[in-house]
T-cell receptor, first 113, second 117 residues
């Protein structure tokens, strides 16, 4: 069975600092991996996805993530945090295209001035 | 492109009544739609997967007779919470995908907050 572990329910950074949100996955087959962002009382917006192409994936709003098979990780980074990045971030895994997503527990990113 | 809407965005109903939530793909045909439930400050839990014209596939522990899902067209799926109780209060989110888009992506609706009093 697939699973996703997001380390840290809350991450606090200062504006302009590096953002690092951690995600480790477990999958019996080559995974598809996703990062989503959720603002309060809203649905999810896709930040980026890994679908077995390049291991370094660039997404929207300056975010990127690197798929590391040996570490079973797919950490999300952004070089410089903005206040508008404050939100809940979810990592998710699926066992192939169009299959159901299994979500991590989420990480709330707090950005201080 | 790839916009998914949900209606209503918020609904309050009395215990014992039923409520219907609609999920529409506005600019593409959704061959598959998913329904998720999210409790406050928690992650999304998949409730069911529905393919157009077929019966929904429910996840373990989800009551089929309580959460009725219909996916009658390629742009509309509905979730009906029957005989709602306060413990059904939650944030319900749908998503839609289409194999022909080739993007291996689910597009999410904005969610519906259900409060049962």
């Amino acid at each position: 069975a697939q699973s996703v572990t997001q380390l840290g329910s809350h991450v606090s950074v200062s504006e302009g600092a590096l953002v690092l949100l951690r995600c480790n996955y477990s999958s019996s087959v080559p995974p598809y991996l996703f990062w989503y962002v959720q603002y309060p009382n809203q649905g999810l917006q896709l930040l980026l996805k890994y679908t077995s192409a390049a291991t370094l994936v660039k997404g929207i709003n300056g975010f990127e993530a690197e798929f590391k098979k040996s570490e079973t990780s797919f950490h999300l980074t952004k070089p410089s945090a903005h206040m508008s990045d404050a939100a809940e971030y979810f990592c998710a895994v699926s066992e192939g295209g169009f299959q159901k997503l299994v979500f991590g527990t989420g990480t709330r990113l707090l950005v201080s001035p | 492109g790839a916009v998914v809407s949900q209606h209503p965005s918020r609904v309050i109903c009395k215990s014992g009544t039923s409520v219907k939530i609609e999920c529409r793909s506005l600019d593409f045909q959704a061959t598959t739609m998913f329904w998720y439930r999210q409790f406050p400050k928690q992650s999304l839990m998949l409730m069911a997967t529905s393919n157009e014209g077929s019966k929904a596939t429910y996840e373990q522990g989800v009551e089929k007779d309580k959460f009725l899902i219909n996916h009658a067209s390629l742009t509309l799926s509905t979730l009906t919470v029957t005989s709602a109780h306060p413990e059904d209060s939650s944030f319900y989110i749908c998503s839609a995908s289409n194999r022909d888009r080739g993007a291996y992506e689910q597009y999410f609706g904005p969610g519906t907050r259900l409060t049962v009093t």
